[in-house]
């Protein structure tokens, strides 16, 4: 009997799953392979025929090339960005959780309210625009970097917690420079976390639409999703080529996803449920 | 050449004075052993001198240098902790030779001395394994050869064996023995374990507050303990004490009695001592004997071993004390028994707590 | 070792507060402090002035509270903040009860649990434009695919995104699709956590599931439901992204948010008051979170 019931259970959550949460990737994927006439009628139809590469040549092509522009820039700006959290959140974490002064307090603040506060955007045009870095990519790459650093540092300082502080001093006896303690001793003991933190944030980074709004327009510096925030009424009537457009962007985060599922989950509720 | 010296160290955490003044020197090739009951600042002096806490007073001397401001890599010490500390994520060779790598010194010196540290701790099957593949044993030698490859005028230990099982601790405590013996060097070693202290020490330090109680060899210390502390802290199981009243003081005795105790001469330095006065009576469990004479109790509870019986003791004052008889004793709770003591084995400490030996 | 005694050193005057560097360097801070210092910090405080003028980034004219006045004053404004507080409330709830029944579900004895896991998060990390496109096109009132799915089943869907009274609803409604993952993720880590002996304690006492759900599940995974509340809370009050790529806060501003509204005004160059938007969201914020973590935070400590 339980068991019985335990099967028509799993039986309905499979197909309940399937309609709500694969159905609409189907409609991607299947619109992708559609020609113009086809996709118009936006119906969960099979495609008349395989026109994907021709969709992906003219979305990759329009624009001058724009959709590979952007991916460059993504790309760029994924790395750079999740580079520089790494290192500068690993700091951070390490010395605010083992060195107590009376300034944890107001610093575990100022994480707590970076966590919580929107960004201020139009001041933080001006100051961009003061120093410079408006409308460049290294501008946007130092704001991913402040707006991700509260995440990064409290995931960061959690892990460091359960090093024992023994290590460090082991080190310091056998001559390491702090320098030498964090990056020859600490750093490498804090790949787990550190992947958890690459993959998480690149996530994030990959798929930030608001800030790149606001602090990347013109189309030299765009990003993958303002490329597709773009074509969207470009192709207006294009479906088929709207929606091979989001089906490139959704590869990156599909293989982070069939490589990276354990980390992101871990990091998401460590993170999470520390914060 | 001196081997360390403390002059009136100081270490206060804010308002809170945790070592209150100490002063202690060590000759070169002593094994001096730090012992004392938990928060008593033993560790915190240990990682004084190894230069992981501030000094706030004092000097630290090490092989005639002030070591006071000097980072922990120049003082010519090096540690084993009481988790081992070794770095997980390198092999037994690279731990062995972290600090060395640090240092700068050439490869192929490098390999000769982790090979050689290997091999005085017979652990060069183990040189490329890391260090979550080790048994407890095995970690704690790999971190005793990482001190050992820095070759310091001071070797220091925090608790080293505290992790152990009962049965390896005992061998790696021979070992550390015979470390000591070959290679001569100083070692300053910490523990709350008496009997450590007692086998491996030239030199017991006992610590209490953050105050030394007393310094010396561990015999002197079980024999002729300095005050109340020493007393009851070295010796297992602990000594027996009773307040009894002063009747008289001649040259060489004062004598006493009690609620618990008949009138009894005890050997002891009479000086500033009135008949009259409280004074605390203190007598090793060892040294009681089963036999008619000055103390009279009842038994709570027997513990018979063959070759000893443990006696827990009520006086009639209702303080309870430990007896242990050699040989086999068929007693029963709540029998009563007299037990006696040869005089010179007792000990007098006046009201302020210090010993009054026999000059 | 003789090395060690240096002469210079050995013969130097007593030196009793010299204090050694601290093996964890303050500078450490440094590269995090001034990135986050300029670009988050900075932006912030000014914002509290800016917010009080009349502004076009060249030159600013004090005006006091007027922008903040309009915000309450301006329908469409008031508008914005409603939804704002409207939108936050109907994410964060539905993905409380939704993400909680995933967990449970997805943390029994079922078949295709990895399956089904997945499925459920993989939403988390697509593109949120992406998503908004799709599921646009998907709600389209006459020839979008779950209008025409209920068609199928002799229902006549609504105007899911051109009707003004369900947009927002509409949007909150992907939101939960995309994000509930990530509340069941967390809802499980804090399922997963709970020892089984309560369950088993819980058998031989004779209790059905339901009073395991009710007694030991819900009680005992209260640190992570403050953590979904408080985290999609904060999310659907700073929510942008999917309302501006499904309606562009339309139709009118039927699904206007203060977050919305901000890209509004920063677009038409009223940018004292687009500042004014963020400063009146970051006051939401602090009025709305904080009581409700501490509240949460305080039932808590009784238990």
Redesign the interface.
């Known amino acids: 009997m339980s068991y019985l019931r335990?099967?028509w259970?799993?039986v309905v959550?499979?197909l309940v799953?399937?309609v709500?949460?694969?159905?609409?990737f189907a409609?991607?994927v299947l619109t992708a392979f559609k020609d113009q006439k086809q996709s118009a009628?936006?119906?969960?139809s099979w495609p008349d025929g395989n026109y994907l590469w021709s969709n992906i040549v003219e979305v990759v092509t329009t624009r001058n090339w724009m959709l590979l522009t952007a991916f460059i820039n993504s790309t760029i700006l994924t790395v750079a960005s999740v580079t520089?959290l790494v290192?500068?959140?690993a700091?951070?974490g390490?010395?605010?959780q083992?060195?107590k002064t009376r300034f944890n307090g107001l610093?575990e603040f100022?994480i707590l309210a970076?966590?919580?506060?929107?960004?201020?955007?139009?001041?933080?045009?001006?100051?961009?625009?003061g120093?410079g870095l408006f409308g460049k990519l290294h501008g946007m790459v130092?704001?991913e970097?402040?707006?991700g650093?509260p995440f990064s540092?409290i995931l960061y300082r959690a892990f460091i917690a359960t090093i024992?502080r023994?290590?460090?001093?082991?080190?310091?006896?056998?001559?390491?420079r702090?320098f030498?303690?964090?990056f020859r001793?600490i750093l490498?003991?804090l790949w787990p976390v550190t992947v958890t933190n690459i993959v998480v944030q690149s996530?994030a980074v990959?798929?930030d639409?608001?800030n790149p709004?606001?602090y990347l327009p013109g189309n030299a510096n765009a990003t993958?999703?303002l490329t597709?925030?773009n074509f969207?009424s470009q192709f207006q009537t294009s479906?088929n080529l709207?929606?091979t457009n989001?089906a490139l962007?959704?590869i990156p985060?599909?293989l982070?996803?069939l490589f990276f599922?354990r980390q992101?989950?871990a990091g998401?509720?460590a993170g999470?449920?520390k914060? | 050449m001196a081997g360390l010296e403390l002059k009136s160290l100081h270490k206060s955490y804010g308002e809170v004075e945790v070592i209150k003044g100490v002063d202690l020197s060590v000759t070169h090739g002593e094994f001096v052993v730090f012992v004392g009951p938990s928060g008593c600042g033993k560790s915190t002096l240990l990682r004084m001198i190894a230069g992981l806490e501030d000094i706030t007073g004092g000097e630290l001397w090490i092989a005639d240098k002030l070591c006071n401001a000097v980072e922990p890599r120049d003082r010519g010490i090096a540690m084993v902790f009481q988790n081992y500390a070794l770095y997980p994520h390198m092999t037994v060779y690279d731990n062995v030779g972290f600090g060395l790598k640090l240092a700068k010194t050439p490869k192929d010196v490098r390999d000769q001395k982790i090979r050689e540290a290997a091999k005085i701790l017979q652990m060069e099957h183990l040189l490329d394994r890391k260090p979550s593949q080790l048994s407890g044993g095995q970690r704690q030698r790999v971190a005793i050869g990482r001190a050992i490859v820095r070759q310091p005028e001071v070797f220091l230990f925090d608790e080293p064996l505290s992790n152990l099982d009962a049965a390896l601790r005992v061998d790696m405590r021979m070992e550390l023995a015979k470390l000591h013996q070959d290679l001569g060097a100083t070692m300053v070693y910490v523990t709350h374990d008496q009997v450590e202290a007692m086998t491996l020490a030239d030199k017991i330090v006992v610590l209490n507050g953050g105050v030394v109680q007393q310094v010396g060899a561990p015999i002197e210390l079980y024999q002729r303990p300095a005050n109340l502390f020493v007393a009851g802290f070295i010796g297992s199981p602990k000594m027996n004490f009773i307040s009894v009243t002063v009747e008289s003081v001649a040259a060489d005795t004062v004598t006493v009695a009690g609620k618990d105790l008949a009138t009894m001469a005890i050997p002891a330095d009479g000086t500033g001592i009135k008949p009259g006065d409280t004074v605390t009576l203190g007598i090793r469990p060892h040294d009681l004997l089963n036999q008619a004479g000055t103390i009279v109790g009842e038994v709570v509870l027997v513990e018979r071993l063959g070759n000893e019986t443990n006696i827990s003791l009520k006086l009639p004052s209702g303080a309870s004390w430990l007896v242990v008889l050699d040989g086999d004793h068929d007693m029963r709770s709540g029998q009563g028994v007299e037990l006696t003591f040869d005089p010179a084995r007792a000990i007098i400490f006046g009201a302020d707590g210090a010993a009054r030996h026999k000059r | 070792m003789a090395v060690m005694t240096e002469t210079g050193v050995a013969g130097a005057a007593p030196l009793p507060a010299m204090k050694r560097r601290s093996p964890y360097p303050g500078w450490f801070f440094l590269p995090a402090a001034i990135i986050y210092g300029i670009l988050f910090l900075l932006p912030t405080v000014a914002s509290l002035y800016f917010s009080l003028t009349r502004w076009n980034l060249f030159s600013s004219t004090f005006i006091g509270f007027d922008n903040f006045a309009q915000f309450l004053r301006e329908p469409f404004l008031i508008k914005g903040l409603i939804n704002t507080v409207i939108y936050a409330l109907v994410t964060s709830g539905l993905k409380v009860v939704l993400g909680l029944l995933l967990a449970v579900l997805l943390t029994s004895q079922i078949r295709a649990r990895g399956y089904l896991r997945s499925v459920v998060f993989f939403p988390v990390l697509v593109s949120t434009v992406g998503v908004g496109i799709t599921f646009t096109v998907l709600m389209h009132p006459t020839q979008g695919m779950i209008n025409e799915g209920l068609a199928l089943l002799g229902i006549k869907g609504p105007g899911w995104l051109v009707d003004p009274n369900l947009a927002l609803f509409s949007v909150a409604l992907v939101d939960v699709w995309k994000g509930v993952g990530l509340a069941t993720v967390i809802y499980i880590a804090g399922i997963v956590a709970i020892p089984k002996d309560y369950y088993e304690a819980a058998r031989i006492d004779g209790a059905t599931s339901f009073q395991n759900f009710l007694y030991i599940t819900l009680p005992l995974c209260r640190p992570a439901t403050v953590t979904v509340i408080i985290l999609s809370f904060i999310g659907g009050l700073r929510t942008f992204d999917l309302i501006w790529a499904m309606t562009r806060g339309g139709p009118g501003f039927a699904s206007d948010t203060v977050a919305s509204v901000i890209y509004k005004q920063y677009q038409a160059g009223f940018y004292g008051l687009s500042t004014a938007g963020n400063v009146v969201l970051f006051i939401l914020i602090a009025v709305l979170v904080v009581p409700l973590t501490m509240l949460l935070n305080r039932r808590e400590g009784h238990e």
């Open positions: 335990r099967y259970l799993s959550a499979i799953s399937g709500v949460f694969l159905l609409p409609f991607i009628l936006r119906d969960f520089l290192i500068f959140a700091m951070v390490f010395v605010l083992r060195r610093i100022l970076g966590l919580m506060i929107p960004p201020a955007v139009v001041p933080t045009i001006w100051l961009l625009q120093i130092l704001i970097v402040a707006y650093l540092i024992p023994e290590l460090d001093e082991a080190a310091i006896i056998d001559g390491a702090p030498d303690v964090f001793v490498p003991l996530v990959f798929n639409f608001t709004l606001y993958v999703q597709l925030y969207q479906y709207l929606f989001i962007i959704t985060p599909l982070v996803f599922n992101i989950v998401m509720t999470a449920v914060g």
